[in-house]
Each structure stands twice: as C-alpha cells, then as structure tokens.
C-alpha cells in the first residue's frame, strides 16, 4: 500500500479526517508514541512527526502506541489489485494463527507465491516483513485482551501466541515499557469486570440496516439471526472454527455509531481463539471498505445508500452451499433448505437465546457423507452432488474459500466442480473471498436494475465500476430488495 504524501499526512492528522483512518500511522517523535491521524490528543508539530503505512512499521521503528486513539482498533485497507491481496491473504493467515508458529515457506505455499515474494509483498503493504508483521499484532491482540476482557494474564499470553509467561512479560515490557499486570490494573480501575466485549472499528459511513437487512433475509433459522434490541438490529450467530482450532461459540454484534465501531460479545469458548474470531467477523461485515474511495467510483449509484458493504461470511464452506441450495430459488426457499440442511448435519449448541442453537456443519463431515443421506430434505439430487462435490475438495485442500488464496485459481477450480456455475462460483468468491470485483455472471438481478437483457453490454457498463463492481451489484441488488431476485 502506498503512503500519501507527508503533507497531505499532516493536513489529515490537522483535520482529523476519517478517509485517512488505518490508511497511515503518526509516530511522534518528541514523545516516542504513534497515533492514529483521528486521534483527539493536541495535533504535534510537523517537523516531529514520521509517518508510517502500517501499525507495525511504526513499532518496527520504535514508537509505541498511543493509549487514547488505540491504533490497534484502526479499521484495515481492501486489497484492489492482485499484489495487495496476496499480501492482505498472507496477513489474515498470520492473524488467524497468531497461536501457531507458521513457517513463512508455508505461509507462501498456502497464498500460492514463492517465499521472496512474498516478504516484497509484504514489505509494499505493510512496511515490514511477515515475522514482524505477526510478532507485532501478538503484542497488539494481548492489549486489546488485557484492557476489554478478563482473562487471567496467563491465557492471555496463550491466545495471542506466546509460548511462556515469561517471554510474553519480557517482550510486552520491550514494547510498551509497562508491564501487562499493570495495564491490567488500569483497566480494572476504570471498568467492570463484566462479559467481555470487543470493538471492531469502520470507516463511516456505514449503512447498518441494509447490512443487517441482507444478512436478516438469509439467515439459517437455528444458526444465525437478527434480533431488534431498543430500535437496533443485532446480529448473532453460533460461531464454529475450524478443527485446527476447535472453536465453538456464540456472537452478537451490534453498531456503535458515536465510536464509528462495532461492539461484539462473545461465548467464553471463543476467547481463546479470539484473534480468529474477530477476523472472521471483520470479513463478515466487511469492515475494511473505505465507502468514500467506493463511491467516488460508483457515483450516483452510490448515493441511494451512503456506506453500503457488501457481506462477507465467517465460513466459506457455509455460504457454498447457501448459493448452491439457492440456485434457480427464491431466497426463502434457499433458507428453507439451508436451515433442514443445518438441522439434519449441524452441531447442537448452547446459547443464550431460544431458536439459537446450531452450529454449520464443517465440510469434513459432509464430505463423509452418502447422496442417501440428503433424503427428506428436498434438495434436488443435482445440488447434492455439487454440494458433495464442494465439500469433499474444500476437505481436501484442493480449493479455499476463505480467499487467502489466488482468486482466479480458485474460480477455475470451483467451475469445474459439478453443479457450479460461473454465476455461483463469482457470488461464492464475493461473499466468502471479499473480492470486491466480484460479477456473478448474468445476474438476473442485476439485468434488471439496469433494464438489460444483453449480457454484453451488462458487462460493458460494469467496466465503469471497477474495481468495485461487487459494490455495484449489491448497490443494484438492493434496489430490487422488495422483489425476490436474489
């Protein structure tokens, strides 16, 4: 990612504007700290700010963060070109497993470049190399641990990946020059010792309810819903990780408009593997879009609904087999059958709320299963060899959904899967990937919006959106959102 220029690094931090949030860091030279541009505290003088593209890059160089702006909450930056995305598919790696040492050969191997790539990659993005980057958000992930949960220090240094106590008072001590019992105590001093809630921040606008009016009309009955709490949509869901992790838990989420964040709770169970958990639900919510920079492209059509994301998900397996029970469907007759499906194959879960009670069933156990076993469930006998088909190549490795890999690969693996189309295939990729130029192929929503019938000319006039046509669609999937087209 490239860094603005210093000057107009400095007009942002004068103004305070939030375009610029996560997009750079302001060491400060005179006190040793590193800011947000956002943050509130008195603007310091040019000649003693350095500025920085990442985070990381700013420790890198010494500086510490500031605790009023809390960099680590800056919302992240939306991969646009095939560079940017290896590097951001990398990053994600790393912050999923930041309790796993993964060799960097593997890493390269999992995102499908070599190793020295991979570190150039990393170094244009981010500003540092991988090992960096990810001993960097440990220390970050245990802050955030520390002061909005209480887990005992111990387990603390166990999820965010040190290996002994010792090591993570020593490291945390070098970086932040304060031990993590001490950040700890100012954090019971100034709060409860209550559930732990977590924020996830975006940049503003964001439009909410057609957010969580799009994730409310598909939610599987059983596995995810959106409940209306005090004239607020909430989201939750029963969250399962994958067997490497073994998680398995309940979150809610739900807008905190006046902090430009999301406020999530979660199941105790998921605390541990709470670096994942909230990755994934960055994904789900697509909090790294910058609407500004999307509408700037999109223009009028952007203006209907100011800060529109398009919704990822929190397991790709999941939305796979959603878009191919929903092909030819209505989206009630799509969550019908996802929601038998769930119900025959899932995992029973306790949570706090009736009706919430499933957990998506992973694509090993379904790729176990017999065609026999989808009897009763109305699903057509062609969608139980693709969804067969789709679990038995995700249980093998042969495809990822999670997008952490070469995405024109993956389409090419996902059409030549029995049963899938392009169109699913680019809807899958838009969900499950984030690929924000997704264009599910011959959308009929889509022609309709546009009053086309001619794919030709569809795609001729998508070309203006890029590189944000997954915005389009859902820009044009909405104004349809009284009809049943998608």
């Known amino acids: 990612m490239n860094l603005p220029a210093s000057d107009i690094c400095y007009q942002a931090l004068l103004s305070r504007d939030l375009r610029f949030d996560g997009r750079f860091f302001v060491g400060v030279r005179s006190t040793g700290i590193y800011c947000r541009p956002i943050c509130r505290v008195r603007t310091p003088k040019r000649e003693n700010c350095s500025f920085f593209v990442s985070a990381e890059a700013a420790e890198q160089a010494g500086f510490r963060p500031c605790l009023r702006c809390r960099p680590e909450h800056a919302p992240g930056r939306a991969p646009i070109d095939a560079g940017a995305h290896l590097a951001r598919a990398a990053a994600e790696w790393i912050e999923r497993g930041l309790a796993a040492d993964l060799p960097m050969r593997t890493l390269a191997d999992r995102i499908g470049v070599g190793e020295r790539h991979l570190r150039r990659l ?183 609904r100011p800060g529109l994301r398009v919704p990822g998900a929190v397991d790709g397996f999941e939305i796979g087999v959603r878009a191919i029970l929903g092909q030819q469907v209505s989206v009630a007759a799509a969550r019908t059958l996802a929601a038998r499906f769930a119900d025959r194959f899932g995992l029973p879960v306790e949570t706090p709320w009736h009706g919430l009670d499933r957990a998506f069933p992973a694509a090993a156990a379904v790729a176990a299963l017999d065609p026999e076993a989808f009897e009763g469930l109305g699903v057509m006998p062609a969608r139980v060899r693709a969804v067969l088909a789709l679990a038995r190549a995700l249980d093998a490795g042969t495809i990822d959904l999670d997008g952490l890999g070469p995405l024109t690969q993956t389409r090419t693996r996902l059409v030549a899967l029995p049963g899938i189309g392009p169109w699913t295939a680019d809807y899958i990729l838009m969900r499950a990937a984030s690929w924000p130029d997704a264009l599910p192929e011959g959308d009929v929503g889509v022609h309709r919006a546009l009053g086309e019938d001619s794919r030709a000319i569809v795609r001729q006039r998508m070309e203006a959106w890029r590189p944000w046509r997954a915005y389009a669609v859902l820009h044009l999937w909405m104004r349809l959102e009284n009809r049943d087209e998608r």
């Open 122 to 304: 990393f170094a244009q993005e981010f500003g540092v190399t991988p090992v960096a980057y990810r001993n960097s958000r440990r220390l970050q992930l245990a802050r955030r641990l520390l002061s909005e949960s209480a887990m005992p220090v111990g387990e603390v240094a166990l999820a965010a990946g040190f290996g002994s106590l010792r090591t993570f008072n020593r490291r945390f001590l070098q970086a932040y020059r304060q031990a993590p019992s001490e950040l700890r105590r100012m954090r019971l001093r100034g709060g409860s010792h209550g559930e732990a809630e977590f924020r996830l921040a975006y940049r503003p606008p964001l439009d909410w309810p057609s957010l969580a009016g799009f994730l409310r009309r598909r939610a599987i009955p059983g596995v995810e819903r959106v409940d209306d709490a005090d004239g607020t949509a909430v989201y939750r869901r029963i969250l399962r990780l994958p067997a490497s992790t073994g998680g398995v838990g309940w979150v809610s989420v739900r807008p905190d408009s006046a902090a430009a964040a999301l406020r999530v709770r979660m199941d105790e169970a998921l605390l541990p593997m709470v670096a994942e958990v909230l990755a994934r639900l960055r994904r789900l919510f697509d909090l790294a879009c910058d609407p500004l920079e999307v509408a700037e492209t999109l223009g009028d059509l952007a203006r209907e």
